[in-house]
Nanobody
């Protein structure tokens, strides 16, 4: 069964850290670029970062560069998103994504940053 399952969200204060994880089924993970998106309140889903099958990261949002780190484990079929120095505007639902003929999405994990 093709699936993406996120974990690791939660509530944290400004300046804190969280690590998100996404477990993927092998058939959509291997050889594919993986991505993290987020959807903030009343906003559109936006691309946060991607990582290729060869471990090349790309950060789509200038606001996360230097604070977020995307990673992947090609043995465990997982990707991670280490989020440091979190800001209130990082609050949202974070989704794991990949594209293989069509988009595949996880169920999302909530990240809440508060003062």
């Amino acid at each position: 069964q093709v699936q993406l399952v996120e974990s690791g969200g939660g509530s944290v204060q400004i300046g804190g850290s969280l690590r998100l994880n996404c477990a993927a089924s092998e058939d959509i993970f291997r050889g594919n670029t993986m991505a993290w998106y987020r959807q903030r309140s009343r906003g559109e889903r936006e691309l946060v970062a991607t990582i290729t099958a060869y471990d090349n990261p790309y950060y789509a949002l200038p606001s996360v560069k230097g604070r977020f780190t995307i990673s992947r484990d090609n043995v465990k079929n997982t990707i991670g998103l280490q989020m440091n120095r979190l800001k209130i505007e990082d609050t949202g639902v974070y989704y794991c994504n990949t594209y293989m003929s069509r988009d595949y999405w996880g169920q999302g994990t909530q990240v809440t940053v508060s003062s």
